[in-house]
Structures are given as C-alpha cells and as structure tokens.
C-alpha cells in the first residue's frame, strides 16, 4: 500500500493506493501527524510520497521518513515516466509535473491538454512523445472574485454558487461581476483549447482539480474528467521509482 500527499495552495490532499488503485481520500487544512500516522497504521502502508507547492517544515519530511519503509519527494531531480523539456524545470509546479505524468498514462502517446482548475487553472501540455513541454497559469475563479473585492473601493465580495451559469448580460454589479468572471473563465478555457487544436488537431483534453466538475459546463469539445490526476500522477511516479 502506499500513501501520496498533495500539498496545494489552499489544502492537503492524500491518497492511499493499492498498486494503482485510489482507496481512500482524505483533505486536511494542516499537516496533522497523528491523522497521517492513523492513515498509515490502519492501511498498514510501506511506502510514500510527498509533493508540494508551498514549504514543508523540515521535521514533517523527517516524520514520513521514519513511518515509512520506502519514502521519495517529488523534485525536479526524480526519475520520472516522460521526459522534461521546461526551460526552468527548479520552478515547475509539482502539481503540474505529477498532473502531467497521470495525463500521459491516460492517454499514452497522444498530444495533451491537462487543465487543472483550483486555486489557479493551470494547462499543461504533453506531447506525443512523452515530453512535458510547459503551457499556462492563470488566477483560479476564486482569486478573480477576491482580487475584484481588494484592488476596488467599492465592488463587493461575491460568492458564486458554483451551479448556475450566470446570463452574459449583468443586470446589477453583482450580476456582471458573477458574468465577467465565470463567463470570462468559460470563454479562456474554450479559447486555449482550440488554440491548442490548431496546432494539434488529434488533441485529448483531461479536467482536473476542484473546479474541475464546474469548469466542464463551459468545454465545448470532447474531454474526460479526472478530479484526483494530481494524487494518481504522483502514485505513478512513487511507483516508478521504488
């Protein structure tokens, strides 16, 4: 059995596996040693992964290392299943690089789009020979509404419902705001993908992330939903090595 930690932006997402096999799914806010050592004794996991886009006290790592039999980190320096072709491979997102890895065991072979909806929406492109090529970042739905809020004197906060698709023609603040930002998020998504299809017209395009069932409202072409790629990719790569 092994365990797989997302650190995100926001949240610590973990995973346990058998083989490749997602078996249980958990979110906490913090990293909470007694509920990863519950995780780890009830599931009685050798080994682990850790992945994160924010620092990680140095005693946490210490702490999976002792629990665990087998423990990597995801780094730019792991071996991994595709090829890196990122100019800057030290700043690339771990999340984006393990998002990367499942794509491509989804698709193998094929030109792909990862698009990974949270905080931010990030896509990511790997090509037909395995090669992760880069792509795009972009402030995520709830920093847009956040953002409107702060750097105005007087726009509100709003909270979308993230059900309804608002009209395309506000007819309060509140409603343009609610239609510049989830209609604007829709008309982004839909212009990279086809921007993508120019180029590569056997395109495969996989949703992940928390915003990722919502975001699927808006794709006007062929895709699959994945919303746990992270976690898998990084069991994959865990895998690979060990």
Not at 105 to 115: A, C, D, E, R, V
Not at 190 to 195: M, S
Not at 216 to 223: C, I, M, P, Q, Y
Request: net charge neutral.
């Amino acid at each position: 059995m092994n365990i797989v930690l997302d650190f995100g932006n926001s949240l610590l997402k973990v995973g346990t596996f058998y083989k490749r096999k997602l078996t249980a799914y958990e979110v906490f806010k913090v990293f909470d040693r007694d509920e990863i050592d519950r995780l780890i004794k009830e599931n009685q996991i050798e080994s682990g992964i850790i992945s994160s886009v924010v620092s990680i006290p140095g005693s946490d790592i210490e702490f999976l290392r002792k629990k665990l039999k087998y423990f990597v980190e995801l780094s730019e320096k792991i071996q991994l299943p595709i090829t890196i072709k990122y100019s800057t491979p030290e700043t690339l997102g771990k999340d984006r690089l393990a998002g990367a890895v499942g794509g491509e065991y989804i698709f193998p072979g094929k030109n792909l789009l990862i698009i990974d909806a949270g905080t931010c929406i990030k896509f990511d492109f790997v090509n037909n020979r395995k090669q992760y090529i880069g792509g795009a970042i972009s402030p995520g739905i709830s920093i847009r509404f956040l953002a409107l809020n702060k750097f105005t004197d007087k726009l509100p906060l709003i909270e979308p419902d993230y059900i309804s698709i608002p009209g395309l023609i506000g007819n309060s603040t509140e409603e343009s705001i609610l239609s510049g930002i989830i209609n604007g998020v829709g008309a982004e998504v839909n212009g990279i993908i086809r921007k993508y299809e120019k180029i590569y017209p056997d395109l495969k395009v996989i949703l992940s992330g928390g915003d990722s069932e919502f975001i699927s409202k808006f794709v006007e072409r062929e895709f699959v939903i994945e919303p746990d790629l992270v976690l898998k990719g990084l069991n994959l790569i865990l895998e690979y090595n060990r």
